[in-house]
């Protein structure tokens, strides 16, 4: 999931939604994608497709029963909670499981919104989500911000948002794991680390260079609640249109 | 509108036009007195002779961004218990936070707002159907703004041209003929696009999803800047064989279409026979679905087929 957060980043500084993933077969990536909406004029480019087609583009069997074969054995780690589409897409796919960050309030498809990995239509699959969930909730402040300043009607919403309360998460709504302490629900870590304790920057060479101002976008976690004391960057989205131009 | 307020077209009763379009839209779960659902917004108790002041207010600063959500609802509640007051609807909850309220009044309104006169309340987030339940919810909940029932003005107010419906389905149909699956649509906006089912390709290849590839290469050729910004299927009807799937109706959403006509519903669509995506409270958009009841003869498929 750190990784997908650093291509999250990468994301946030191509001016694009911070929403990203990569998929893994073997405890090894086989892909990477991230939000390209934007770019593309295409609202459905989210970064579960841009990941998918990625390996698709690696098959050269493109039998029905071969990609699902293949799909399978694919875990996708996904920063925010894979929408109605994309959850609809993964099941088409036969993915073999699904690890997301925070869930996603608007559209959620494991969970919040549907249940669409376990529905009756078609094969279910398995969805856990909560994985470093305030950094990835972290990355799409910061994005909201620069939104805000270029919107017509000014508001009022500033840099505090970032300081905002993290409410807890609605564990209810999704699939409960025990995958990862055993008791239950907290699946991220719990007590007090910095980012870099748990993703160095050797993991992220797969997705590119290594930008070490990434760890300087999230505040550390203290005691299990996020530590606003520490002073993280902002990105000026302002500055940077100007300098793209 | 029809053009001279001619109704004779609309069949109220069942949601169809011409005898040949059928409203797809969730069942009227609001004609029920069972509770309605609810939204909660800021609530503001102030003095009679502010509201105009108030007012002012709410219209420059919140009404942009809550839309017309809120246009169902009485703005205003008179509250007699002693000195008279009215109770003030300004926004929904989830736009504006307390501290953000309290300083728009102050700095463009010169109000103090004092801390027990900013409240939330719960109010029904849609019309009801009928005039009762309306008055019912008003007496528990909040005063309902009726205008009759929403569904019925909204089928006057729906501006169809059905010759040219029947013309565009046609056109549809032609593009059927040799291809392996019966999935093909066609889209009618500022650019025109037939897009054919490639899930032989790439198993996510549905004609809808394809085609919303092919606008959008379209419209990227024609736009200057990044941030000319209209969503991509704005003002666009759809034409399409078979209900799509959850995800293409899901991408639909997300380019923000205005119309879907569909001639066969499927098991695994994401309208009428799951989610009703068109029209889903909680999503950001919701657009206009019908299904068109003319016998078009269309292959019977798999029911595990997604379209
Ligand atoms: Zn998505
Ligand atoms: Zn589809």
Redesign the interface.
């Known amino acids: 999931m750190g990784i997908a957060l650093y291509v999250a980043y990468q994301a946030l500084m191509a001016n694009e939604t911070p929403v990203a993933c990569i998929l893994v077969k073997d405890d090894k990536v086989i892909s990477i994608g991230s939000n390209l909406t934007n770019d593309s004029l295409n609202g459905t480019r989210h970064a579960e497709f841009i990941a998918i087609d990625s390996v698709l583009d690696g098959l050269k069997d493109r039998k029905p029963e071969t990609i699902r074969e293949e799909f399978q054995k694919l875990t996708l780690y996904v920063t925010v909670e894979p929408c109605i589409m994309c959850a609809s897409a993964l099941k088409q796919l036969g993915i073999g499981k699904v690890i997301f960050g925070c869930g996603n309030d608007r559209f959620g498809g494991n969970g919040t919104v549907l249940n669409v990995h376990r529905d009756n239509i078609g094969e279910t699959y398995k969805s856990y989500g909560g994985i470093l969930r305030c950094e990835s909730i972290q990355l799409l402040r910061n994005f909201y911000i620069q939104e805000n300043d270029s919107a017509p009607i000014p508001q009022v919403k500033k840099n505090k948002d970032l300081l905002k309360p993290y409410p807890p998460m609605e564990w209810d709504l999704y699939d409960k794991v025990d995958l990862f302490d055993g008791k239950g629900r907290e699946v991220a870590p719990g007590g007090s680390y910095k980012l870099i304790d748990l993703v160095q920057p050797e993991d992220l060479k797969v997705a590119g260079d290594v930008d070490m101002e990434f760890y300087d976008y999230f505040y550390d976690i203290k005691d299990g609640e996020v530590d606003f004391n520490k002073a993280v960057k902002i990105v000026d989205g302002k500055r940077r249109r100007v300098n793209e131009e | 509108m029809s053009k001279s307020g001619d109704t004779s077209h609309i069949d109220f009763e069942n949601g169809v036009l011409y005898g040949k379009l059928k409203q797809i839209r969730q069942q009227d779960k609001q004609i029920s007195k069972t509770k309605p659902d609810l939204m909660s917004v800021w609530c503001y108790r102030i003095k009679p002779q502010d509201s105009k002041k108030v007012l002012a207010v709410v219209n420059s600063?919140f009404s942009?961004?809550d839309g017309e959500q809120l246009l169902h609802v009485k703005r205003f509640q008179k509250i007699t218990d002693g000195e008279v007051k009215l109770d003030m609807l300004l926004c929904l909850y989830k736009s504006?936070g307390r501290d953000?309220i309290v300083?728009?009044f102050h700095e463009h309104g010169s109000m103090t707002i004092e801390d027990g006169d900013l409240r939330v309340v719960d109010v029904p987030s849609d019309s009801p159907s009928t005039r009762e339940v309306a008055l019912a919810w008003g007496a528990e909940f909040w005063p309902i703004a009726w205008k009759g029932n929403p569904n019925h003005q909204f089928l006057k107010k729906v501006d169809i041209d059905i010759e040219e419906v029947q013309q565009n389905i046609n056109q549809l149909l032609a593009n059927l003929e040799g291809k392996a699956l019966p999935f093909v649509t066609l889209f009618d906006g500022s650019h025109r696009v037939i897009s054919h089912d490639c899930r032989?390709?790439?198993?996510?290849h549905h004609s809808v999803?394809r085609g919303?590839?092919m606008v959008?290469d379209q419209?990227?050729e024609i736009?200057t800047t990044?941030t000319d910004g209209n969503?991509?299927l704005n003002k666009y009807t759809i034409y399409t064989t078979y209900e799509p799937?959850?995800?293409c109706c899901?991408?639909l959403?997300?380019?923000?279409i205005d119309r879907v006509i569909y001639l066969q519903p499927l098991?695994?669509g994401?309208f009428e026979s799951?989610?009703q995506?068109g029209a889903r409270d909680?999503?950001?958009w919701k657009f206009e679905v019908w299904r068109w009841l003319s016998d078009p003869q269309l292959p019977p498929l798999d029911n595990?087929l997604?379209a």
């Not at chain 2, 959403?253 to 923000?256: L, Q, T």
Request: positive net charge; charged residues 15%.
């Open positions: 600063h942009p961004i504006f953000d300083s728009i032989t390709d790439h198993p996510l999803m919303i590839q959008a419209e990227k736009r990044a969503y991509l799937c959850v995800m899901m991408a959403v997300h380019s923000r098991p695994t994401g799951n989610y995506l909680g999503l950001n595990k997604n």
